[in-house]
């Protein structure tokens, strides 16, 4: 990659406003969630009682919830039950889906092919918030099971994307060239098609973080999710439901979260993809 | 086209027509019944449908507590105490059409007195010797010691006359002597009762009657303020009662119940089978926060499993006042390792749920870390309380009145064992002097209190929610009951 073309790959990030907005509201999201494990400003697992259902002060920014908790230091210790719920639940879809995929897409149009596709279509029709919540029902509410519901539905996603990358990639020359040096498909899969199809799996790894994030809170806000005194963003919106007529900020403040993060982390997911596309990234200059 | 919008506005007005009238009421409730078998299970929720309303008993408890005559129009009471001799009312009839009479009386208390009742109160009837059918409309009960409180215990809930002629299906169609009629049921969503036209007594004012159960507090707020039901009897969220009180359209009615909120422990296991740790987890528990946080200022503190209305009732929170230094000393006393992992199992209620995460938050201060698991109330039912008693913590109110001798029951899912309560409650059972009652049911609230069997919280309120209008409904709740019998529309 010359000088020229780098600067350029900088210049269109710069220029690309989805991405700017999403990275940004996403950096204040992973900021918070970091910055809550040096501090935050009050311990969430303490209730007073006396101060509960306060507004906005200059000691609680954010407000206080019906236990007297602090709002923000809620906001701030929920967002990492979100990002360890996605981040892990991402973590399976992948390891396990791009394995697949790329198995998939060496052995394309053979039987095994078929099978991996199909028990990814399979496990596509169902859906899946229904299948994450009869998971946790099951197997009893707690931010592990939630993990591995929402874990399970990533991986016909990644499965997919990968397979599909992977197809358009066989048929080029350099693979050609690779087989003709007498690598095994196996090898050839990891050292020349996974790192071909990363960008595809990146883009799709920040929307399927978003959808994780929105999952988690679903799951949390039927009571599925991860279990008090966790604080999570789904159950504050679910615990604010009755109070919203008198103390709407109990249930503002964790929406916003929940809807900014999402929104961020989508807007950043299209802004890479623009910014990975070849075709589109022709198409502008 | 013409036709075919006055067919409309027929329809339309004939739906709306019982509404205009204000003959049927819709009642919400939090927890729908597993069946509708009152003398067959403990479930408060099967007596709310049920109590009164369809099936009667000898006796019945009125709004205030009071135990008034139901089936029994008058009784005699023998010199010695032993023999109860009951005049039934006349012209009662099951609603399948069949006559009320004293045979049915000997069926009922025969069947939950017998060795293979599924009672779930045996003990109201475990004084009886014998019941015999004098003549259709009286019956002799005799009793094998002296009994203060029969007349009471016949008005419970588990008394009930029921019928043999249709005792098979009563889980799910329930025939009874009462004011209403069963209608149906739509499982998970209504109970639906009808006025039974050849009551015997007083008749009902409503001609329909609907339970409809609505167990998330916020879709129970929704359909009170859209008026899609005309009242909630305890209703879940205390925090919206000052709403419904400034809004005309609606009135809260704030009552008392019988039920006496606790943390249950299991004292059958480790580590509140020690009662150094029992005793710790009871000063740790502040109860002030907990009925300000939960029950936003409702509801009585107690230190024992009596309820504070009652004239018997001794304030005995001083010895469980909050304290956590002295709660620390015990676990270390205690010599258990910190922190304490148990687990605390919450059934649906929202005193239960917000409760139990106050609850836990005064424990973790102390160095006892609860592990939180939400559970449904048919889970709670089965491994919590009735079979398994697979847990160590949980929160629920007993709301039966006069319950304190379930802590004589070492089955119970306390699994309290005490030979010197248990014989304290076999002196009560047989006791009739009210002086001597006095003493022995003081004594055994102050023997649970020291014995720090449970964490004794609170004494829970009744919030009712009705629309403006809607009259006659009880205000306390001194047995489990909807007694929709007194209930009218105020024209």
């Known amino acids: ?285 | 086209m013409k036709a075919k919008i006055s067919a409309v506005a027929l329809a339309a007005a004939m739906a709306a027509g019982p509404v205009l009238a204000q003959d049927s009421l819709t009642v919400a409730l939090q927890l729908e019944p597993p069946h509708l078998d009152p003398t067959s299970a403990a479930a408060g929720a099967i007596d709310q449908v049920v109590y009164a309303n369809i099936f009667e008993g000898l006796t019945r408890f009125g709004p205030d507590g009071s135990v008034n005559p139901g089936l029994a129009s008058s009784w005699e009471i023998s010199e010695d105490g032993l023999t109860y001799t009951f005049h039934l009312v006349e012209g009662a009839k099951f609603h399948d059409g069949t006559d009320f009479e004293a045979t049915d009386v000997v069926f009922s208390l025969d069947r939950a007195r017998g060795e293979d009742s599924v009672n779930a109160q045996k003990t109201l009837f475990a004084g009886i010797e014998s019941v015999e059918a004098v003549d259709p409309a009286t019956v002799k009960v005799t009793l094998s010691a002296p009994d203060g409180l029969f007349l009471f215990k016949m008005a419970w809930g588990d008394a009930v006359i029921v019928a043999p002629e249709s005792i098979d299906d009563i889980k799910t169609a329930p025939v009874g002597t009462g004011a209403f009629t069963f209608d149906g049921w739509v499982q998970g969503d209504s109970i639906s009762l009808a006025k039974n036209p050849d009551y015997w007594g007083e008749p009902a004012m409503l001609d329909a009657a609907t339970f409809k159960y609505i167990s998330d507090p916020t879709a129970g707020f929704a359909a009170m303020m859209a008026g899609d039901v005309d009242a909630f009897v305890a209703f879940p969220a205390p925090e919206n009662l000052p709403q419904f009180d400034a809004d005309p359209r609606f009135k809260v009615l704030i009552g008392s119940t019988e039920g006496e909120t606790i943390l249950a422990m299991n004292n059958g296991r480790e580590p509140f089978s020690n009662k150094l740790v029992r005793e710790a987890v009871a000063h740790a528990i502040n109860r002030q926060d907990i009925i300000d946080g939960a029950m936003f200022g409702y509801g009585t503190p107690i230190g024992t499993f009596f309820a504070p209305h009652n004239p018997d009732y001794v304030d005995l929170t001083g010895l469980s006042d909050y304290d956590p230094e002295k709660s620390k000393a015990l676990l270390e006393e205690a010599g258990v390792a910190l922190p304490l992992k148990v687990k605390m199992t919450l059934p649906p209620p929202s005193y239960a749920r917000r409760g139990g995460e106050i609850v836990a938050a005064q424990l973790r201060a102390v160095g006892i870390e609860p592990e939180i698991e939400n559970v449904e109330w048919a889970q709670w039912l089965e491994n919590t309380f009735r079979n398994a008693h697979d847990y160590d913590l949980t929160i629920i109110s007993h709301t039966e009145p006069m319950d304190i001798n379930a802590y004589a029951n070492p089955d119970y899912y306390f699994q309290y064992d005490n030979p010197a309560f248990q014989d304290v409650m076999a002196k009560l059972d047989v006791e009739s002097d009210p002086a001597v009652r006095s003493e022995l049911l003081k004594s055994a609230q102050t023997m649970l209190a020291e014995d720090y069997v449970s964490g004794f919280l609170f004494e829970l309120p009744l919030h009712t929610v009705a629309k403006t209008g809607v009259e006659g409904l009880w205000v306390n709740m001194p047995t489990q009951a909807t007694d929709l019998t007194g209930v009218y529309w105020e024209k």
């Open chain 1, 1 to 285: 990659m010359s000088l020229a073309e780098e600067t350029s790959t900088t210049a269109m990030a710069l220029k690309n406003r989805n991405l700017l907005l999403g990275g940004a509201l996403t950096a204040v999201f992973l900021g918070a969630a970091l910055l809550s494990f040096l501090w935050v400003p009050y311990d969430v697992t303490q209730l007073d009682i006396a101060n509960k259902i306060k507004g906005p002060s200059a000691a609680h920014w954010l407000g206080t919830d019906h236990y007297g908790r602090d709002i923000l230091a809620m906001i701030m210790v929920g967002a990492r039950t979100s990002i360890a719920v996605a981040v892990v639940a991402v973590g399976i879809g992948m390891l396990a889906g791009v394995p697949l995929g790329l198995w998939a897409a060496a052995r394309r149009g053979s039987l095994l092919d078929e099978v991996i596709m199909r028990g990814n279509d399979l496990v596509f029709a169902f859906p899946s918030l229904v299948i994450a919540v009869m998971i946790t029902a099951a197997f009893g509410p707690s931010a592990t099971n939630a993990i591995i519901a929402i874990g399970i539905f990533n991986i016909p996603v990644f499965a997919r994307i990968t397979r599909s990358g992977a197809l358009t990639l066989w048929s080029r020359d350099f693979i050609l060239a690779a087989r003709v040096a007498g690598k095994g498909s196996a090898r050839i899969s990891f050292e020349h098609i996974l790192p071909n199809v990363l960008n595809l799996l990146i883009v799709q790894g920040t929307i399927q973080f978003s959808l994780g994030i929105l999952a988690e809170a679903g799951l949390s806000y039927v009571g599925l999710g991860a279990q008090p005194p966790i604080p999570s963003w789904g159950r504050m919106l679910a615990d604010s439901q009755t109070f919203i007529s008198f103390a709407p900020h109990m249930a503002l403040f964790p929406g916003l979260a929940i809807l900014l993060t999402v929104l961020g982390l989508n807007l950043m997911g299209d802004g890479l993809r623009d910014l990975f596309d070849p075709k589109l990234r022709r198409g502008r200059t």
